[in-house]
């Protein structure tokens, strides 16, 4: 039975994490649980010591050096993999993803064999709700432009509900992500995409965290949005030479403009109903 573990990077979560464990602990048995805190000043450590004293499927990573979302996803990743795991999925600890969508995710993965599967509130029946509404717009805009500027063939960029094969996690190269705080998300889906693994989205409804306070603010939305400009100009060794992402790239853009269909031109009437507008391009030669 192949094991999948969720990875929860957390930093002050002590509210949310005693109930988070339990409702991940009541999935299927092959389902583990690594949480990867830096020493949370309010002791999320502590309480996670405690439980997987008596919980084989829990184990903690306890970073007392280091601290950041980006670099705790690293470690955590390469821990997952030390631990043996065939699949790690990541998610935030403050409830916004929903445990219930694990078994979906697993599911997809094994049906489509795609490398990555994303909870996505961006395709038909994901969504969010209960958020403030500019923080709902910041993750919109910061979507539209990681999309615009590395072109991913993906809807939502910015996720942090994914599941990863091993084989892909085995493949990144870890000591090129430079990303400290949540652009590792962006880091790694380029690095897997430019070495050709494939995604696929299945819907979520993101919900706003359960309790506690927000991690995020403007100190790490800049860093993160100047670090997209970085891995669209320089992407150094996340893209491999020889990677084959420019031509895919192209075909993708293609492919998005022929779905566009194409437009009627404006020296021309416009077609007469009944006639298609393939139809009057092709005519028109
Ligand atoms: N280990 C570790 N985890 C972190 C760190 N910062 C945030 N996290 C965790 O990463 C996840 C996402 O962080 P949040 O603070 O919820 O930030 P967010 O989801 O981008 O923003 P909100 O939508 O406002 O909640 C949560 O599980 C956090 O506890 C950190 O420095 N170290
Ligand atoms: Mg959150």
Redesign the pocket.
């Given at each position: 039975m192949s094991r999948v573990i969720v990875m929860?990077?957390?930093?002050?979560?002590a509210e949310?994490i005693e109930p988070l464990l339990d409702a991940l602990l009541a999935l299927e048995p092959r389902v583990e649980i690594l949480v990867?805190?830096?020493d949370?000043p309010d002791k999320?450590w502590l309480l996670v010591q405690r439980r997987a004293a008596e919980e084989p499927r829990l184990h903690l990573l306890y970073?007392k050096t280091d601290?950041?979302?980006?670099?705790?996803?690293v470690a955590?990743m390469r821990k997952a993999l030390e631990l043996g795991a065939d699949a790690v999925i990541e998610?935030?600890?403050?409830w916004?993803h929903d445990p219930r969508y694990i078994p979906r995710m697993i599911a997809a993965a094994e049906r489509t064999g795609a490398a990555i599967v994303i909870g996505s509130r961006r395709v038909d029946g994901g969504g969010e709700a209960g958020?403030h509404p500019l923080?709902a717009i910041i993750?919109w805009a910061a979507n539209a432009y990681i999309r615009l500027l590395l072109e991913f063939p993906v809807r939502d960029t910015t996720t942090?509900y994914r599941y990863y094969t091993r084989a892909c996690l085995e493949a990144m190269p870890w000591e090129a992500i430079r990303a400290e705080?949540?652009e590792i998300l962006q880091e790694l889906m380029l690095a897997a995409d430019a070495r050709g693994f494939r995604m696929v989205e299945i819907p979520i409804r993101?919900v706003?965290?359960r309790a506690?306070?927000?991690?995020?603010n403007l100190r790490?939305m800049l860093r993160s949005l100047g670090s997209i400009v970085r891995l669209w100009l320089r992407p150094g060794a996340l893209v491999p030479e020889g990677s084959d992402l420019a031509r895919r790239r192209r075909q993708r853009r293609r492919r998005r403009l022929r779905a566009a269909g194409p437009r009627p031109r404006r020296d021309r009437p416009h077609p007469s109903p009944g006639v298609s507008l393939a139809a009057t391009a092709q005519g028109a030669g």
């Open positions: 929860l990077p957390t930093y002050n979560e949310n990867v805190d830096d949370s999320t970073r601290r950041g979302r980006g670099k705790a996803g955590g998610m935030d600890a403050d916004s958020r923080r993750t942090g705080g949540p993101f706003d965290r506690g306070r927000s991690n995020f790490i």
